[in-house]
């Protein structure tokens, strides 16, 4: 009786501990490399970023990695089919999308393949490719390295498989293009001189009007619509602090506000509008695939 009890004891403790630990929170997908560990450096994250983003260009197929510090108190193949189920990595009705999941602390991975993409990329594929190409750069401690050469072995293989082609317009593109801070800063600055000193010379009206105009026209050309309505209110901000003079005919003198002096840089903008690094990823979305439960997964 009394080891019955002790089992019963025991068996209870067990179950409390298994199921009254909190799963770990599936982030949210803005970008298609994901690393909450930072692990990888910024550079490193923007280069397998731009690498994914140009194979879902070329060949419409989505991958996305992730890194994270634990899945516990859930096995990765448990965790990785949730992350799976609310990303939607892959085309809706193509189900194209491959999930590249590691957990630091658990020193455990998993490649999570849609339904679309098991005939090319078969669970003892994703073993291959876990334990011949990624695995062994983990064990000499080169994270990246090993996500790296990872992802271009998934897209070798997805390469040979006929898929629909890909459709993206033209917005979408030039969104994604890497943020050149040093053209925003020379642009934005322009924008702001014109806004004051057009004013002096063309007269309120037609100074004021020539500087907005400008102001829209770049916006639009270098950006797009959100970052061209910025460069607007920024011009009309300080076209209305300047003090009107030259052929308006009330003179005076500018002296810049503490507010102006708060645009000298582009910061503030870019931390709304862009990743920490440098590339606007905020339009990446899942586009609705599915998954099944196909894949691998290993240890290092």
């Known amino acids: ?3 019955k009890y002790l089992i019963f004891l025991f068996l209870t403790f067990l179950i409390v501990n298994i199921f009254g630990q909190e799963l770990q929170r599936v982030p949210d997908l803005w970008q298609r490399v994901t690393d909450l560990t930072n692990t990888l450096a910024l550079s490193e994250i923007d280069s397998l970023d731009s690498k994914l983003f140009h194979f879902e260009k070329e060949k419409g197929s989505q991958i996305a990695v992730l890194i994270i510090p634990t899945t516990q108190p859930e096995t990765i193949e448990e965790y990785s089919i949730r992350v799976a189920e609310q990303w939607k990595i892959g085309r809706e009705g193509i189900d194209d999308g491959v999930i590249l999941i590691v957990a630091i602390n658990d020193r455990t991975l998993r490649i999570e393949v849609g339904y ?3 005939g090319i990329i ?8 876990i334990d011949n190409i990624i695995v062994p750069y ?10 790296d050469k990872g992802v271009d ?11 629909p082609q890909p459709t993206y317009n033209y917005d979408y593109e030039k969104y994604y293009e890497p943020f050149n801070e040093t053209l925003f800063i020379i642009i934005m ?7 004051i000193v ?12 020539g500087s907005l105009i400008l102001a829209i026209l770049l916006g639009l050309i270098f950006y797009d619509a959100i970052t061209m309505m910025s460069f607007v209110i920024m011009n009309l901000f300080f076209s209305l602090c300047a003090i009107p003079g030259g052929t308006s005919g009330s003179g005076g003198s500018y002296r810049p506000s503490s507010s102006s002096r708060s645009y000298s840089s582009g910061s503030s903008y870019r931390s709304s509008s862009y ?10 979305s899942g586009g609705g695939g599915s998954f099944g439960g196909g894949g691998a997964s290993g240890r290092w």
């Open 1 to 3: 009786m009394k080891i």
């Open 116 to 118: 679309g993409l098991e």
């Open 122 to 129: 078969p669970d003892a594929t994703a073993k291959s490719i």
């Open 138 to 147: 983990f064990k000499s401690g080169d994270i990246y390295l090993g996500i």
């Open 153 to 163: 072995a998934l897209i070798s293989y997805i390469r040979q498989e006929p898929l």
């Open 189 to 195: 600055a322009f924008i702001i001189i014109s806004g």
């Open 198 to 209: 057009a004013p002096f010379i063309f007269g309120q009206l037609w100074g004021r009007l």
């Open 275 to 284: 990743s920490s690094s440098g590339s606007s990823r905020s339009s990446f």
